[in-house]
């Protein structure tokens, strides 16, 4: 099953729902893949600290000019839609940190003139954080363009049940290329002007793939609607509500995953599991799969410290507490 968890704009807390989903999963006894493809400025490493075991180079092909066989004829130049090249009146250059690697020049130099190079854009790590498989990419400071690199990360995630997508903030290219291919996209947002608006904008972009979705509405206030209103309109399930908490504002600038230190977290995040269950394609997820995920999220629920928040209502959950002591042993436990 792969998730992407995306958003309109950055600052929503994507990676917190991504990453608190993924140690949520593993808990329950799940195989999970987190993969960072937020490739200009991968945290998630933050919060699970994985212990990188590769790391391999990304390149693209750039074109190399043969200034003795160029005739400056200035077709190159015409066709690149990227300015990554420019024909001046004694010399080609190339300026690669802008090129896309299309090869379109080199198809349309008479002369043969242009080869192709390797040129780094950036890195794929791969480790483990306890249970989690963990893949991140990042672009190398100054190159402009991300997708080769996404590609890469997503290429380098190891088979799982679940493969938990970081994506790109914002609407472009990068989100594009890592909501392609995806089984369901998750997207967060923020009760903010900026934040529904760029969620709007998002919806628009998931629907031109024809992929299903849902919606967590990060920093949620009580009695707040614009959110609910909006996904009522679209047609979009709110998967949850993260009620908006000094608590978790603390703990996520200390590096701590939310989700094992702050009291009520634990269950809005099964509860997340239960609903993605809900609404995940039945063809990508396997019954038995499914079945085993529900029952363990049923019995954890079971215990009084976890009792389940009351259907449809996150802030139903138990308050918002004083953060707890991370328990450390959990990640190593669930990768028994
Ligand atoms: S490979 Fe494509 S992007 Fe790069 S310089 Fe040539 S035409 Fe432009
Ligand atoms: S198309 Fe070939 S010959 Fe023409 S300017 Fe470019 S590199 Fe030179």
Not at 33 to 55: I, Q, S, W
Not at 84 to 93: H, N, R, S, Y
Not at 273 to 298: D, G, T, Y
């Amino acid at each position: 099953m792969n998730l992407v968890i995306a958003s309109g704009k950055g600052g929503t807390g994507k990676t917190t729902v991504a990453t608190s989903l993924a140690v949520t999963l593993a808990r329950h006894g799940q195989t999970v893949a987190y993969v960072d493809c937020d490739v200009e400025t991968p945290n998630g490493h933050l919060f699970l600290k994985p212990m990188v075991t590769r790391e391999r180079p990304v390149e693209k092909l750039v074109p190399r000019v043969n200034q003795e066989t160029c005739l400056l004829c200035g077709l190159c130049a015409a066709v690149c839609r990227f300015n990554a090249i420019a024909c001046l009146p004694d010399q080609t250059l190339v300026y690669e940190e802008l090129c896309h690697g299309c090869g379109g020049c080199t198809r349309v130099c008479p002369v043969g003139a242009i080869t192709e190079a390797p040129h780094p854009v950036g890195v794929v790590k791969v480790g483990a954080a306890g249970a989690i498989q963990f893949v991140s990419g990042t672009l190398n400071v100054g190159e402009s363009t991300s997708p080769p690199v996404i590609r890469a990360t997503r290429q380098a995630a190891p088979a799982a049940d679940w493969t938990i997508l970081d994506a790109p903030p914002g609407t472009a290219c990068p989100m594009m290329e890592a909501v392609r291919g995806s089984d369901y996209v998750v997207l967060v947002t923020e009760p903010t002007p900026f934040g529904l608006h760029d969620l709007r904008l998002a919806l628009e972009v998931v629907k031109t793939f024809d992929l299903p979705c849902g919606v967590v509405v990060n920093r949620a206030q009580p009695g707040a609607t614009e959110a609910r209103d909006l996904c009522r309109q679209a047609r979009v399930r709110i998967l949850a509500e993260i009620p908006d908490a000094v608590a978790i504002a603390k703990e996520y600038s200390r590096g701590q995953l939310v989700v094992e230190t702050v009291p009520g977290l634990r269950e809005i995040f099964d509860q997340l599991c239960l609903r993605l269950l809900e609404e995940v394609p039945k063809e990508k997820c396997p019954h038995e799969m499914r079945q085993r995920l529900e029952a363990a999220i049923r019995a954890s629920s079971q215990s009084p410290a976890t009792g389940p928040p009351a259907a449809g209502d996150p802030f139903s959950t138990p308050r918002l507490a004083a953060p707890r002591q991370r328990e450390e042993p959990t990640r190593a436990a669930s990768a028994s």
